[in-house]
T-cell receptor, first 109, second 115 residues
Framework: QKEVEQNSGPLSVPEGAIASLNCTYS??????FFWYRQYSGKSPELIMS??SNGDKEDGRFTAQLNKASQYVSLLIRDSQPSDSATYLC?????????WGAGTKLIIKP | DADVTQTPRNRITKTGKRIMLECSQT?????MYWYRQDPGLGLRLIYY???????NKGEISDGYSVSRQAQAKFSLSLESAIPNQTALYFC??????????????FGPGTRLTVL
């Protein structure tokens, strides 16, 4: 059974600080990794994709991938109250996405 | 804007009724997916379709059926709804021809309640 694991949280971070979200996966041959943001009652929204080991930055977001350790992370710099949401990690495996259950992030003003 | 739409957005029905949820997309993507989401359980794949003639069961297909009427339309049916099918249902699309392998884009969701 291919799995994606995330800490369910909630993760509470002060406004302006760095939020760090983590994800581990079991399928060693996976090549594509995604972070989605989901506000309560809304649909998931793709915020980052990463395919190679290392860091990928997009504005305040940085995705980090370590295939040897089967580990993906998302850093959110200068956290804002609007970043409060559930963050879903997804891993491409045999043309399907395997989803983590999500980490709830709360940014405290 | 290219988009994924779902109808209805909310539906309350009774046990034993047949329900159809519809999904349409203007993204031009070949691949379409139906997921359900329950609190604390994340997204679970019900069915997926790689083109009009290709339908595949997902993790939790029992009690559901689908129809891919056209490249842009993918419908999910509950033949005889039961209360544990109460959930949030999402349609998604993806296009493997680009660099973003299997980046999926979601519709707004349908909140279904079965009494």
């Amino acid at each position: 059974q291919k799995e994606v694991e995330q800490n369910s949280g909630p993760l509470s971070v002060p406004e302006g600080a760095i939020a760090s979200l983590n994800c581990t996966y079991s399928d060693r041959v996976s090549q594509s990794f995604f972070w989605y943001r989901q506000y309560s009652g809304k649909s998931p929204e793709l915020i980052m994709s990463i395919y190679s080991n290392g860091d990928k930055e997009d504005g305040r977001f940085t995705a980090q991938l370590n295939k040897a350790s089967q580990y993906v992370s998302l850093l959110i710099r200068d956290s804002q109250p609007s970043d409060s949401a559930t963050y879903l990690c997804a891993v491409n495996s045999n043309y399907q996405l395997i989803w983590g259950a999500g980490t709830k992030l709360i940014i405290k003003p | 804007d290219a988009d994924v739409t779902q109808t209805p957005r909310n539906r309350i029905t009774k046990t034993g009724k047949r329900i159809m949820l519809e999904c349409s997309q203007t993204k031009g993507h070949d691949r379409m997916y139906w997921y359900r989401q329950d609190p604390g359980l994340g997204l679970r794949l019900i069915y997926y379709s790689f083109d009009v003639k290709d339908i595949n069961k997902g993790e939790i297909s029992d009690g559901y059926s689908v129809s891919r009427q056209a490249q842009a339309k993918f419908s999910l049916s509950l033949e005889s709804a039961i209360p544990n099918q109460t959930a949030l249902y999402f349609c998604a699309t993806s296009d493997l021809s680009g660099r973003g392998v299997n980046e999926q884009f979601f519709g707004p969701g349908t909140r279904l309640t079965v009494l």
